[in-house]
């Protein structure tokens, strides 16, 4: 049944007064319930994920994937629901906002908790930002990667030493 | 979904359906945010309690988003907006408090 043919039956059951096929909104309403399914569930993985994962770093993959999608597909209902311009932009602006902001902030979170030395799984395979720093020919300062530093005298001396080498 | 006039066919199943999904969704998204508190007060490290409270965030949103939809008033829907710019900006100043910190645990 091609869609044509649905919307076909829906206007003849909009004038006949019976339904048995699906109006626009109903459509509409069919896709809102599978992106709200798919949202509710990648928002209840994430937190699962948050709850049971051993350490941080693999809960911060958790949770900013999947509530990103759990909160995506939830927006995408909303605009299907309710379809008028105000929802759909407004919804929109947050999708954007939200694929924008949650990796930064959870990249940010990564690299302070690995600057602050928190220890990884057991079972974790590489850390190749540790690598980077011990090698010297890499020469990723935190300054360089953008982590602040508290002692002055320590930043100032690193700077030197940068200009130095430069 | 009208209690007192009730309408037949697939399009009314499938809202009525949609209604059941906000409300399995509102009580889903409650149990969530109970399991990320709980890992706030039980994390053993900052940065846990951090990741966690903006997981919350990120769910308050959600939850916003859901009963603006249940109870069919578009007042609250600029509040998702606003509520995902505060988990962002915490997280942000979170990330400098450990960074400045200079130990994560």
Request: hydrophobic share 55%; net charge negative.
């Amino acid at each position: 049944m091609t869609l044509n043919t649905v919307l076909s039956l829906g206007a003849e059951a909009a004038a006949t007064g019976s339904s048995d096929a699906l109006s626009i909104s109903g459509i509409r309403d069919a896709l809102a319930v599978v992106a709200l399914a798919i949202g509710l569930f990648f928002m209840f993985v994430g937190v699962l994920g948050v709850l049971r994962l051993p350490d941080a770093y693999s809960r911060m993959h958790a949770a900013s994937k999947c509530t990103t999608l759990g909160l995506t597909g939830m927006l995408i209902a909303a605009g299907l629901h309710l379809w008028t311009l105000d929802v759909v932009a407004k919804s929109a602006t947050v999708i954007i906002f939200t694929f924008v902001a949650t990796p930064i902030g959870t990249h940010l979170l990564a690299k302070a908790a690995h600057h602050g030395k928190l220890p990884q799984w057991d079972k974790t395979l590489s850390d190749e930002l540790a690598d980077d720093k011990a090698d010297p020919d890499m020469a990723a300062t935190d300054d360089e990667i953008g982590i602040p530093c508290v002692d002055t005298e320590e930043r100032s001396s690193r700077a030197r030493r940068l200009r130095m080498s430069a | 979904m009208n209690l007192f006039a009730p309408t037949l066919g697939a399009d009314s199943v499938i809202e009525d359906a949609l209604f059941l999904l906000i409300d399995a969704g509102i009580i889903l998204i409650s149990l969530a945010t109970v399991m990320c508190l709980y890992r706030i007060i039980k994390g053993p490290t900052l940065v846990d309690r951090g990741l966690a409270s903006d997981t919350v965030a990120v769910q308050i949103a959600g939850l916003i988003l859901l009963l603006s939809i249940r109870f069919e008033t578009l007042v609250t829907f600029d509040a998702v907006l606003i509520v995902s710019i505060l988990g962002f900006v915490s997280t942000l100043a979170f990330a400098q408090f450990i960074g400045r910190r200079g130990a994560a645990q």
